[in-house]
């Protein structure tokens, strides 16, 4: 063995260097060859898993970690790491985790872990960006005092009185609670998402406080484990971790190439040099039937999307003039000839990738009528012009001219999208409540619950609720959905709630998202998940 | 000794205009009359000149060419072929390609035209003092172009394409003054080293000894044989400007709301290119046309006052 | 003696240049801070993207990142960091440093590249269209250089990829992050003709002018061959403005390399520039840019230097 | 070395018996955007060793063009030789494969131009200049063209020749800078020399000392040398012999103490008269009134006609009047010849 260990690591750098050359193939010299399987990304934020709120960093800490709990094909929770998830009255949860599983490094996983990663997930400080979703658990606010910033000008912050939620409490080395501050029957989901991974003793410095490169090269409990460190800007590699006790994935690795544009990848993919792409950018989709064939494909996930009125705006303060508005809009026209079929029209005010959801709960509102359209808008009096503002780095143009088209035809009056350079810039322009028109949202859920939806979009005080709808009554309905007994009588209630969107129109739904995605013919069973996510466990070899 | 040139004074029917016709019985020549004489006779001049009287009528009037309203767009349509009058056929959008890139001729041509003057005007102070006065002043307003190249063009166009509109305007002007305040260095670079080996000529000497001021110099002496590669320059940065504006539209930072504009245009039809053409082919193709008329224009309109070349 | 004489003028105009250069450095570095500054909405939502952030997460980091204290004193911060070598972090929690030692040998060979393959095709084919005016050659490079210009970057790039990368399959569709020259061909060739237009024009003016130079008639009149009177008399005339457009394509080809890094997937100083102005991460901007503006001087410098090399007449005051 | 030199004399047909230079009805025309200008319409011009023949003429009468026809350096296009011929010791130049034509320039046809400073390279220092034509026509090193070139500089008596070997054009004055030209022009010993203005750009005394530094050089080589000028005092001090163009043609040829004495056509005559001279001071000067003729419309007939006082019907129709033969070696190109030489002498 020794004596082998030169030519060995020889070998292994030639093949890494060969990948840093582009050069897949060609490597029938080597017998057994490393199946590594190539995935186009952008460059992640973070790879903590508190710190990953978006699509690039989940997607690799998918590979390297475990959840709790993953979902099934009905948006069920089903549990991965947990032995069980029990709760009594839906405020006290007992977790259990399952025996056998181990980080990387080699170290069992306990409920500490848990423990440790969520505190310091939820310490105000540490300015992670998942923090948020740990507010339901009690003590967080403990943990997160107000800035008093203010009149006088930025001044320190004040330090938390502790950095230990007081909601979490160990019970043995893999069971533990979880204390939250009410009721709420979706928990179990909840748990489902990144930010709830653990993390090994090897990531703390010290007590609370990562180390400062914990995350170029993370260590997690999961299926895959990381090859060298996370090159950033280029690409992030892992490779199959044999002590997982799970499912075994079906091939040796996965290549995760760091792209900064999603035509880049395309490209790549059409010539050979990618296996997967997640998803094909609109301008590509023309050709893509044909320049892939069967590996073309499509899936459904749970992106919405979406314009929403701004409640300051007077000119949109009628109802009636909102629903002519979208009454107006043609979403199969759109989705057709803009997106070629890649996305479907919304009628409803939630995700199909929630259980709940029902097709056309929007109603006649959200059927396309031209000629009743208009004799409502102008029995409203709604106004002569109409603006859609958007950010323009988001491929949204060529919808909202054509929406704006339709509206100018059907209508009969003047239409213009606005574009921002960033969705921030848009944000900035809602605050100072200038004259945007209907302002461009999307949404991609955290976890599979109509309350995912409900709340931060419609709530009041919602994080994403922008446009500023509010209706305690509605409030009312999804607060008692969140405190239901069972996932079923939730969904009743807060099916009621979105009758009320129905009824009040504080936005138009217009398009609900697809997965399209395209592979190489080197790997078969590729597939998507609702969050975005290449499905590893099911990849497979082609040959 | 005796010149016989100094007395029937034909040489260099150029250097000095007004001498050049004394004693004659025929019309006086001058430089300007010299040069419209052959260009009268240059067809490259009348065929430049064409072009540029259309484009500017078609950003002037552009009802002249098309009665088809260039906003008026239906998905139903979408890449459809020629029919009626519009004879480019449709773009992706379901717009009338001909009507759009008709229309698309006035804030395209204006900006183009717009920004390249005040580039020209800013490169050719800066350039002409600094190569002219040399010494400090040189270094002073060469450190400048090192500092404006250093700035990023995108974070100087997005900073001041907010500070200079609200969001009711058309962005025209922002764009206008975006790529004229960032395209002048080229132009200031390049006029400064033609001034440089311009004003170590000898006649430049010659005129200094006779009195000539500094405007006097720089603008009657040293700039007609400086201003060859700076024209060059120009009508060349005319199209880049003309297609960078689409770079910026693009980006947010340029034309708002509905502008119709080549560049504009250009870059919507780019990805769509493998499923029609035409929404591509057309409004580059008005657009590399104005570039040449304007090219054709400089060259002709600079070989016409060059003496060397009669 | 008058050569050791010029050798000194030249030796203390590049001391004055050196000198001159870091006060240009000061006032860039200062002003494109100013700008980041002015340009600064919300750093922390654009980094969120279109997700909420969270109130606790903005306190947080806009205390870790001193995003509410005042410009000067923003200012002064860096500074102080820039000057013992240290560029700070991004507002991703990275090293600016580390992010600048991975993108500037990368944009470098690029822009390098670039700059070689717009000067061989431009020099030549300036020349033989200076020759022959209006000769066919003329014509077909004047109606290619036309296509190039009505083509904005955004257009050619993703054009040349699909022809030659994916179609054709010539080169790489994408060249990645250590590419090698090959892999750099097509993104080199792309950024090239930004700058190739006005310098085939250019050189062809420059031609044009000096083949009706009286030297180049008496260049023929010594019976030298036409060859030699291009390639030696007229070359070394025609190449001065040539050499200055070089000096300034540098910053053209920033711009453009805003595009075709991303575009060709290269993670390089126009990608990071382009990511540091979106998410308007003024110590990622500034650090770039300052690199950026020594490139400037030292580039401009070099080509004043040349003027000399190339122009005997022209002295250095 | 010898080897190339005796290669390069040996010119196919070279006669050294045949006359050294004979132009034979030359003609030129340039064909530009705006039309053809007939620039040289039949041009007959001769030179012996030894002998100098000044061409005079207003700008623009075609004199630089014939230069540059005989040295084979017209710009062409615009310009093209249309007709004629121009034999060098019998060969004629203008049939001969470009590749030879080439050598025939500097090494047996050599140029003086007339601004020195536009003349030279501005960007290389004249011993380079002056040693290039040792490495290209004697494929010298470049140390020998070097040695060569203080030489010449030496020849041409510039001071200091060999620290100034390596300083560019600008840093001379004038007159040494004509020097440096003239050094380069008779580099390789040619037989013909062509000196096209020489010293109008000069000072008066500088002027005089370029002229005698020539004509000493001339005598050493005894080369034949045609002389362009309009300087009537050079011309009376220098030549043997003098050709008057007009219009691209050659309207007298004549030795010059006959012209001076006896001109026989009216251009001569009001050339004669325009010039400033000391006996007639105060008098108005006699300025020949018009312009020279547009190359594109020259006039039908005699194109000096709508200038000329003695011009008649017949001056003003086609075809233009023939050569005159005015005495042994001197012809005219006028109707009238006899009247205008009969009229009182222009220069006493």
């Given at each position: 063995m020794r004596g082998h260990f030169p030519l060995k690591m020889a070998v292994g750098a030639t093949a890494i260097m060969l990948l840093a050359a582009g050069c897949s193939g060609g490597g029938d010299d080597a017998g057994d060859e490393a199946f590594v399987v190539s995935i186009g990304i952008g460059e992640p934020q973070h790879l903590i898993p508190s710190n990953t709120t978006e699509s690039n960093g989940a997607e690799v800490l998918a590979a390297l970690y475990t959840p709790l709990v993953d979902f099934d094909a009905n948006n069920n929770p089903v549990l991965v790491a947990a032995e069980s998830i029990e709760s009594p009255d839906n405020k006290v949860w007992t977790i259990k985790l399952k025996d056998g599983y181990t980080f990387h490094n080699g170290e069992k996983v306990t409920a500490d872990n848990y423990i440790n990663a969520w505190n310091h997930a939820a310490y105000g400080p540490n300015g992670m960006g998942g923090s948020y979703f740990f507010a339901r658990i009690q003590g967080y606010d403990e943990l997160n005092p107000k800035d008093p910033d203010g009149e006088d000008g930025p001044q320190k912050p004040p330090t938390p009185p502790t950095n230990k939620l007081s909601g979490l409490a160990k019970v043995d080395d893999l069971t533990f609670t979880v204390t939250l501050k009410e009721p709420f029957s979706g928990w179990r989901s909840v748990m489902g998402y990144t930010v709830f991974y653990p993390l090994p003793n090897a990531a703390w410095a010290s007590d609370g406080v990562l180390k400062e490169d914990f995350e170029q090269a993370p260590i997690g409990n999961g299926p895959f484990k990381i090859k060298g460190?996370?090159?950033?800007?280029?690409?992030?590699?892992?490779?199959?971790?044999?002590?997982?006790?799970?499912?075994?994935?079906?091939?040796?690795?996965?290549?995760?190439?760091?792209?900064?544009?999603?035509?880049?990848?395309?490209?790549?993919?059409?010539?050979?040099?990618?296996?997967?792409?997640?998803?094909?950018?609109?301008?590509?989709?023309?050709?893509?039937?044909?320049?892939?064939?069967?590996?073309?494909?499509?899936?459904?996930?749970?992106?919405?999307?979406?314009?929403?009125?701004?409640?300051?705006?007077?000119?949109?303060?009628?109802?009636?003039?909102?629903?002519?508005?979208?009454?107006?809009?043609?979403?199969?026209?759109?989705?057709?000839?803009?997106?070629?079929?890649?996305?479907?029209?919304?009628?409803?005010?939630?995700?199909?990738?929630?259980?709940?959801?029902?097709?056309?709960?929007?109603?006649?509102?959200?059927?396309?009528?031209?000629?009743?359209?208009?004799?409502?808008?102008?029995?409203?009096?709604?106004?002569?012009?109409?603006?859609?503002?958007?950010?323009?780095?988001?491929?949204?143009?060529?919808?909202?001219?054509?929406?704006?088209?339709?509206?100018?035809?059907?209508?009969?009056?003047?239409?213009?999208?606005?574009?921002?350079?960033?969705?921030?810039?848009?944000?900035?322009?809602?605050?100072?409540?200038?004259?945007?028109?209907?302002?461009?949202?999307?949404?991609?859920?955290?976890?599979?619950?109509?309350?995912?939806?409900?709340?931060?979009?419609?709530?009041?005080?919602?994080?994403?609720?922008?446009?500023?709808?509010?209706?305690?009554?509605?409030?009312?309905?999804?607060?008692?959905?969140?405190?239901?007994?069972?996932?079923?009588?939730?969904?009743?209630?807060?099916?009621?709630?979105?009758?009320?969107?129905?009824?009040?129109?504080?936005?138009?739904?217009?398009?609900?998202?697809?997965?399209?995605?395209?592979?190489?013919?080197?790997?078969?069973?590729?597939?998507?998940?609702?969050?975005?996510?290449?499905?590893?466990?099911?990849?497979?070899?082609?040959? | 000794?005796?010149?016989?040139?100094?007395?029937?004074?034909?040489?260099?029917?150029?250097?000095?205009?007004?001498?050049?016709?004394?004693?004659?019985?025929?019309?006086?020549?001058?430089?300007?009359?010299?040069?419209?004489?052959?260009?009268?006779?240059?067809?490259?001049?009348?065929?430049?000149?064409?072009?540029?009287?259309?484009?500017?009528?078609?950003?002037?009037?552009?009802?002249?060419?098309?009665?088809?309203?260039?906003?008026?767009?239906?998905?139903?349509?979408?890449?459809?072929?020629?029919?009626?009058?519009?004879?480019?056929?449709?773009?992706?959008?379901?717009?009338?390609?001909?009507?759009?890139?008709?229309?698309?001729?006035?804030?395209?041509?204006?900006?183009?035209?717009?920004?390249?003057?005040?580039?020209?005007?800013?490169?050719?102070?800066?350039?002409?003092?600094?190569?002219?006065?040399?010494?400090?002043?040189?270094?002073?307003?060469?450190?400048?172009?090192?500092?404006?190249?250093?700035?990023?063009?995108?974070?100087?166009?997005?900073?001041?394409?907010?500070?200079?509109?609200?969001?009711?305007?058309?962005?025209?002007?922002?764009?206008?003054?975006?790529?004229?305040?960032?395209?002048?260095?080229?132009?200031?670079?390049?006029?400064?080293?033609?001034?440089?080996?311009?004003?170590?000529?000898?006649?430049?000497?010659?005129?200094?000894?006779?009195?000539?001021?500094?405007?006097?110099?720089?603008?009657?002496?040293?700039?007609?044989?400086?201003?060859?590669?700076?024209?060059?320059?120009?009508?060349?940065?005319?199209?880049?400007?003309?297609?960078?504006?689409?770079?910026l539209t693009f980006l947010g930072v340029g034309l708002r709301g509905n502008a119709i504009s080549w560049g504009i245009d250009i870059s919507t039809a780019a990805p769509y290119v493998r499923e029609a053409a035409a929404p591509l082919v057309w409004p580059s193709v008005f657009l590399a046309a104005t570039v040449l008329a304007f090219i054709m224009l400089g060259d002709a309109i600079r070989d016409a006052f060059d003496p060397r070349l009669r | 003696m008058l050569d050791s004489q010029r050798t000194w003028e030249m030796f203390r105009y590049f001391v004055r240049r050196v000198l001159q250069g870091v006060l240009t450095f000061f006032g860039a570095t200062f002003i494109v801070y100013a700008l980041m500054f002015a340009n600064q909405t919300d750093p922390l939502q654009t980094l969120a993207g279109e997700r909420p952030l969270p109130e606790n997460v903005r306190q947080a980091l806009t205390e870790r990142y001193h995003l509410d204290d005042p410009f000067i004193v923003q200012y002064g911060h860096y500074m102080r960091g820039l000057l013992t070598g240290d560029f700070g972090i991004s507002l991703t929690n990275r090293s600016i440093k580390e992010m600048m030692e991975q993108a500037?040998?990368?944009?470098?060979?690029?822009?390098?590249?670039?700059?070689?393959?717009?000067?061989?095709?431009?020099?030549?084919?300036?020349?033989?269209?200076?020759?022959?005016?209006?000769?066919?050659?003329?014509?077909?490079?004047?109606?290619?250089?036309?296509?190039?210009?009505?083509?904005?970057?955004?257009?050619?790039?993703?054009?040349?990829?699909?022809?030659?990368?994916?179609?054709?399959?010539?080169?790489?569709?994408?060249?990645?992050?250590?590419?090698?020259?090959?892999?750099?061909?097509?993104?080199?060739?792309?950024?090239?003709?930004?700058?190739?237009?006005?310098?085939?024009?250019?050189?062809?003016?420059?031609?044009?002018?000096?083949?009706?130079?009286?030297?180049?008639?008496?260049?023929?009149?010594?019976?030298?061959?036409?060859?030699?009177?291009?390639?030696?008399?007229?070359?070394?005339?025609?190449?001065?403005?040539?050499?200055?457009?070089?000096?300034?394509?540098?910053?053209?080809?920033?711009?453009?390399?805003?595009?075709?890094?991303?575009?060709?997937?290269?993670?390089?100083?126009?990608?990071?520039?382009?990511?540091?102005?979106?998410?308007?991460?003024?110590?990622?901007?500034?650090?770039?840019?300052?690199?950026?503006?020594?490139?400037?001087i030292v580039v401009n410098l070099v080509v004043d230097l040349l003027y000399a090399v190339l122009d005997p007449r022209i002295r250095y005051e | 070395m010898t080897d190339i030199k005796a290669e390069i004399d040996v010119l196919p047909g070279l006669d050294s018996s045949a006359r050294l230079l004979e132009v034979e009805d030359l003609r030129v025309e340039f064909r530009t955007q705006v039309g053809v200008a007939k620039a040289i319409n039949g041009v007959n011009l001769h030179l012996d060793p030894g002998e100098t023949l000044a061409i005079l003429g207003e700008s623009g009468c075609g004199k630089s063009v014939t230069a540059q026809a005989i040295m084979g350096i017209l710009d062409s296009p615009p310009g093209f030789i249309t007709g004629g011929s121009i034999r060098y010791r019998g060969v004629d130049l203008l049939t001969l494969p470009e590749e030879q034509r080439r050598r025939v320039r500097a090494n047996h046809i050599a140029m003086i131009f007339q601004d020195a400073l536009s003349a030279l390279n501005p960007v290389f220092s004249v011993g380079f200049q002056l040693g290039e034509l040792f490495r290209v026509h004697r494929g010298m090193s470049r140390q020998d063209a070097k040695r060569r070139a203080i030489e010449l500089l030496d020849m041409v008596k510039i001071p200091a020749a060999r620290q100034r070997v390596n300083d560019y054009p600008h840093q001379f004055s004038g007159g040494m800078r004509q020097r440096v030209m003239i050094a380069m022009a008779l580099a390789l010993d040619p037989k013909v020399l062509i000196a096209d203005e020489p010293t109008t750009a000069l000072d008066v005394t500088v002027q005089a000392q370029i002229m005698s530094l020539l004509a000493e050089l001339q005598r050493e080589r005894n080369m034949g040398l045609i002389l362009i000028t309009h300087d009537m005092g050079v011309v009376a001090d220098v030549a043997d012999r003098i050709s008057v163009m007009y219009a691209g043609r050659v309207v007298e040829e004549a030795p010059v103490l006959d012209i001076y004495a006896r001109p026989a056509h009216p251009y001569t005559k009001a050339l004669l008269e325009s010039i400033p001279r000391l006996d007639l001071k105060g008098q108005q000067l006699n300025v020949i009134k018009g312009l020279p003729p547009n190359l594109t419309r020259i006039p039908a007939g005699c194109a000096f006609h709508p200038r000329c006082g003695y011009a008649q019907s017949v001056c003003r129709a086609d075809p233009p009047p023939q050569l005159f033969d005015v005495a042994a070696g001197r012809t005219a190109r006028c109707h009238f010849w006899t009247e205008v030489a009969g009229d009182e002498p222009a220069v006493k």
């Open positions: 460190k996370w090159e950033h800007d280029s690409k992030i590699e892992v490779e199959k971790y044999d002590a997982y006790p799970g499912e075994k994935p079906k091939i040796d690795g996965v290549l995760y190439k760091i792209y900064q544009d999603q035509q880049a990848q395309y490209a790549d993919l059409s010539s050979g040099a990618l296996d997967i792409v997640t998803q094909i950018p609109i301008e590509n989709l023309a050709s893509a039937p044909t320049d892939l064939g069967d590996r073309f494909k499509t899936s459904p996930n749970s992106v919405f999307q979406f314009v929403g009125f701004p409640t300051f705006l007077e000119q949109y303060s009628k109802v009636e003039v909102r629903k002519a508005i979208s009454m107006a809009i043609n979403r199969k026209e759109i989705t057709d000839s803009i997106f070629r079929g890649s996305q479907t029209p919304a009628t409803s005010f939630v995700s199909p990738a929630v259980a709940g959801y029902r097709e056309n709960s929007c109603g006649e509102a959200c059927t396309y009528d031209p000629a009743k359209a208009k004799a409502m808008y102008e029995a409203a009096g709604g106004p002569k012009q109409i603006k859609i503002t958007y950010n323009v780095d988001g491929g949204h143009k060529a919808w909202v001219d054509a929406t704006c088209n339709q509206l100018k035809t059907n209508l009969g009056v003047d239409c213009v999208g606005v574009g921002e350079p960033k969705f921030a810039d848009l944000l900035t322009k809602v605050e100072k409540k200038e004259d945007v028109g209907l302002i461009r949202m999307g949404w991609l859920m955290d976890y599979p619950l109509m309350e995912n939806y409900l709340g931060p979009l419609y709530g009041t005080g919602g994080s994403s609720n922008y446009y500023g709808y509010s209706n305690p009554e509605f409030d009312n309905l999804v607060k008692q959905g969140s405190a239901a007994k069972t996932p079923e009588e939730a969904i009743k209630i807060w099916q009621q709630a979105e009758d009320i969107l129905a009824r009040d129109m504080p936005v138009i739904p217009l398009r609900h998202g697809q997965n399209v995605f395209g592979h190489s013919e080197r790997v078969k069973n590729v597939e998507v998940d609702k969050y975005t996510k290449v499905e590893l466990l099911k990849l497979e070899p082609a040959s | 000794m005796s010149n016989v040139e100094s007395v029937t004074q034909a040489e260099a029917p150029a250097a000095d205009p007004a001498a050049a016709g004394a004693g004659g019985s025929e019309k006086p020549r001058s430089l300007a009359g010299d040069a419209w004489n052959d260009l009268k006779r240059n067809w490259i001049f009348w065929a430049a000149s064409v072009l540029v009287v259309l484009v500017v009528m078609m950003a002037a009037f552009p009802g002249l060419f098309t009665s088809a309203d260039p906003e008026y767009c239906s998905l139903s349509r979408q890449h459809a072929g020629p029919s009626g009058g519009a004879i480019f056929g449709y773009n992706f959008q379901g717009c009338d390609v001909y009507a759009r890139t008709i229309y698309g001729a006035r804030n395209s041509v204006l900006i183009g035209l717009f920004a390249t003057i005040i580039s020209g005007a800013i490169g050719l102070i800066i350039g002409m003092a600094a190569g002219y006065f040399g010494g400090w002043v040189d270094a002073l307003l060469a450190r400048g172009i090192d500092i404006v190249l250093g700035i990023p063009t995108l974070l100087a166009a997005i900073v001041l394409a907010r500070r200079l509109s609200d969001s009711e305007d058309s962005g025209f002007w922002p764009v206008v003054i975006t790529l004229g305040v960032l395209t002048w260095t080229t132009g200031a670079r390049i006029m400064r080293s033609s001034v440089i080996s311009a004003k170590s000529q000898d006649y430049v000497a010659a005129a200094r000894m006779l009195g000539a001021g500094h405007a006097r110099l720089m603008f009657r002496h040293i700039l007609p044989n400086a201003a060859a590669p700076f024209v060059v320059v120009l009508t060349l940065l005319l199209g880049a400007n003309i297609a960078t504006e689409a770079t | 500037w040998p990368v944009t470098v060979r690029l822009a390098l590249l670039a700059i070689v393959i717009a000067v061989l095709i431009s020099v030549t084919s300036g020349i033989i269209s200076g020759i022959r005016r209006g000769g066919p050659f003329d014509t077909v490079t004047l109606i290619i250089t036309l296509i190039l210009l009505a083509l904005p970057i955004v257009v050619l790039a993703p054009l040349a990829q699909l022809f030659f990368g994916v179609q054709l399959k010539w080169f790489p569709a994408t060249a990645g992050a250590d590419p090698g020259v090959y892999q750099l061909l097509l993104p080199a060739a792309v950024l090239a003709t930004l700058v190739m237009a006005t310098e085939i024009r250019v050189t062809r003016a420059s031609v044009a002018e000096n083949l009706r130079s009286d030297y180049v008639r008496t260049a023929r009149a010594k019976g030298l061959s036409k060859r030699r009177v291009i390639g030696v008399h007229v070359l070394r005339n025609s190449l001065i403005p040539v050499i200055t457009l070089i000096g300034l394509d540098l910053g053209n080809l920033m711009a453009g390399a805003i595009v075709t890094e991303g575009v060709f997937n290269i993670p390089g100083v126009g990608f990071n520039l382009f990511r540091g102005i979106r998410t308007e991460d003024g110590p990622l901007v500034v650090g770039f840019v300052s690199i950026l503006v020594i490139v400037f | -």
